[in-house]
Structure formats: structure tokens, C-alpha cells
T-cell receptor, first 116, second 109 residues
């Protein structure tokens, strides 16, 4: 079955540690996205990638880093520079490049990160 | 700035009809999406509107007025499983999605 997987579903880390969240898709989608969701707020875009080996900062990229070495994979690293990393992180993908608005984004199940 | 407004929370009765409104101000417009999100889960796609008018899909319908910067999601014959948050998102001129904070819908028996 095609889809997007994120692991783990729950992640606990000590303050000051870097942590990497995985996102894998087998939908053959070109574009991939990372969002952060906090209670009572909309999804906020962290990074996005429209093609392999290329990615762009979103609205809240500070303290995060990504890579896109393969079409299927778009891991997100939450660094110690991120001031308030505890949140629900969602990965999404969509077919085609950015200039095709008719395709919706498909979401992975999310990773809930708690920094202690 | 870009802004999407939705009510924070709504309550409705099982079997009834509810309308969730969304108003937006964005730099450009390439369509409006509605997603459903159950607590602790990923959003799932419900509808997409790019032209004015009503799109019907089973019990769910979505309406768009571009001149008014307004959309609504209409849910009919409400079921308990419809209890969820409903997210409105607009695709701007850069083809990025701008998200509203979501409307939490509570269904009572």
C-alpha cells in the first residue's frame, strides 16, 4: 500500500540534544513538506522540498534542518537551537511540482516530540 | 499579512446540519482546501475549491466566494464520528498552503 510513514509516533528527548524525525513516502511524489502543529494553532511550515537535493525554508525554519538525498525520504532534524521544540510534527507530500495547485497534500501519521 | 479565520469551536447534535465558516486574506489565491483532523491523527483531505460555487461530496459540501474571501464547509446528517477538527487552508501565489487554526466540532447525541 502506498503512503507516508513517520517514525517514531512518540519521541522523548532531553533538552540540548539534537533529534532526527524520519519521513518516508512511496507515492512517487515530488514535493515534501514538514509542518509543526501546536495546540490552538494552525499548521506552520518548517521546510519544504520540491525536488531531490533542493529544499526551501518555510516560516519557522530556525532551529531545524533537513535533507533530501532521495525522492522517498525527507528527514527533519530538530537541533538544540530550537527554543521550544515540544510539538506535533507532520510530514506531507504531494504529486507534481509547486505549480500544480489541484493536488492535495497527503499527510503522514505524525510524530509527537516531547523535550524534557 | 496573510490570515485565515475560523471559529475555534462549534457544537452540534447528531443527525443535524452544521456550517463551518472560513474567511481569508492571502497574497494570491490558487484554491482553498478543507481537511478533517481527528485528535492526535494526521489531517485527511475533504475538498478543494478554486472556482466560486458549491462542491458537493456525499454528506459534505464546500462553498467558495473569491470576491468575499469566504468559504464554508457544510456537514449534513451529522454522525458521532464527525467529531474532529476541520482545517481550512488557502494556497497562495507561491503555491504554499496557509492554514487556519482549525475548528473543533463537538457532536452531541
Amino acid at each position: 500500500d502506498g503512503g507516508i510513514t513517520q517514525s517514531p509516533k512518540y519521541l522523548f528527548r532531553k533538552e540540548g540534544q539534537n533529534v532526527t524525525l524520519s519521513c518516508e513516502q512511496n507515492l512517487n511524489h515530488d514535493a515534501m513538506y514538514w509542518y509543526r502543529q501546536d495546540p490552538g494553532q494552525g499548521l506552520r511550515l518548517i521546510y519544504y522540498s520540491q525536488i531531490v537535493n533542493d529544499f526551501q525554508k518555510g516560516d519557522i525554519a530556525e532551529g531545524y534542518s533537513v535533507s533530501r538525498e532521495k525522492k522517498e525520504s525527507f528527514p527533519l532534524t530538530v537541533t538544540s537551537a530550537q527554543k521550544n521544540p515540544t510539538a506535533f510534527y507532520l510530514c506531507a507530500s504531494r504529486p507534481g511540482l509547486a505549480g500544480d495547485p489541484y493536488n492535495e497534500q497527503f499527510f503522514g501519521p505524525g510524530t509527537r516530540l516531547t523535550v524534557l | 499579512g496573510q490570515n485565515i479565520d475560523q471559529p475555534t469551536e462549534m457544537t452540534a447534535t447528531e443527525g443535524a446540519i452544521v456550517q463551518i465558516n472560513c474567511t481569508y486574506q492571502t497574497s494570491g489565491f490558487n484554491g482553498l482546501f478543507w481537511y478533517q483532523q481527528h485528535a492526535g491523527e494526521a489531517p485527511t483531505f475533504l475538498s478543494y475549491n478554486v472556482l466560486d460555487g458549491l462542491e458537493e461530496k456525499g454528506r459534505f459540501s464546500s462553498f467558495l466566494s473569491r470576491s468575499k474571501g469566504y468559504s464554508y464547509l457544510l456537514l449534513k446528517e451529522l454522525q458521532m464520528k464527525d467529531s474532529a477538527s476541520y482545517l481550512c487552508a488557502v494556497m497562495d501565489s507561491n503555491y504554499q498552503l496557509i492554514w487556519g487554526a482549525g475548528t473543533k466540532l463537538i457532536i452531541k447525541p
